[in-house]
């Protein structure tokens, strides 16, 4: 892989994940519960936007030649989660398919509006550092398959359980 084909792959498959967002629509869908378990798309895109922040904040790591090593432990891993408010998703610890329910909590109380401006402002920064970042750095620290699974493999994931949802409302109203 390299940045040449794999940030257009990248856009594409946000552009994707975008158009499922804009189709769901007004404001009051997006934050019922029952996308997921009792969860609605405004949770699962503050799931999306830990994640965002996690890898962004690794590429800055690797941009400014900083190192990195996932959690080992149960107690360096709480408190990497406090510090930085975010699980560390890379670590043996961490359930990565999973909904970090603490994640969640910490958005619950955050508008829908600030929810998505932080992410967008995420997703910008993993697509502006990945430009800055040279192709042996991203294979070096095998970013594009860690940028791949803390963005659109969380998109895909999302998109299934609203894609769901949305057929279950569809059938409902028939």
Same mark, same amino acid.
């Given at each position: 892989m390299n940045k040449i084909t794999? %940030?257009?792959?990248?856009?594409?498959?946000?552009?994707?994940?975008? @158009? %499922? %967002?804009?189709?769901?629509?007004?404001?009051r869908?997006?934050?019922?519960?029952?996308?997921?378990?009792? @969860?609605?798309?405004?949770d699962l895109l503050a799931d999306i936007l830990s994640r965002e922040q996690f890898i962004a904040d690794r590429l800055s790591e690797v941009l400014h030649g900083e190192n990195y090593a996932p959690c080992t432990s149960y107690t360096v891993y709480e408190n990497f989660q406090k510090i930085n408010g975010y699980p560390d998703y890379e670590s043996p610890l961490c359930?990565?398919?999973?909904l970090n329910? @603490?994640?969640?909590?910490?958005?619950?109380?955050?508008?829908?509006?600030?929810?998505?401006e932080q992410e967008l402002a995420a997703y910008s920064s993993i697509v502006a550092t990945l430009e800055? @970042?040279?192709?042996d750095q991203c294979l070096d620290h095998d970013l594009?398959?860690?940028?791949?699974?803390?963005?659109?493999?969380?998109?895909?994931?999302?998109?299934?359980?609203?894609?769901?949802w949305q057929k279950s409302i569809e059938t409902e109203i028939k």
């Open positions: 794999f %940030l257009p792959r990248l856009q594409r498959e946000r552009d994707k994940f975008e @158009l %499922l %967002l804009n189709q769901a629509g007004f404001s869908q997006m934050t019922m519960a029952g996308v997921f378990a009792k @969860l609605s798309i405004k359930h990565k398919e999973k329910h @603490l994640v969640i909590q910490k958005y619950k109380n955050i508008s829908l509006d600030d929810i998505v800055r @970042l040279t192709q594009f398959h860690r940028v791949a699974e803390h963005t659109y493999k969380s998109y895909r994931r999302s998109s299934m359980e609203i894609q769901r």
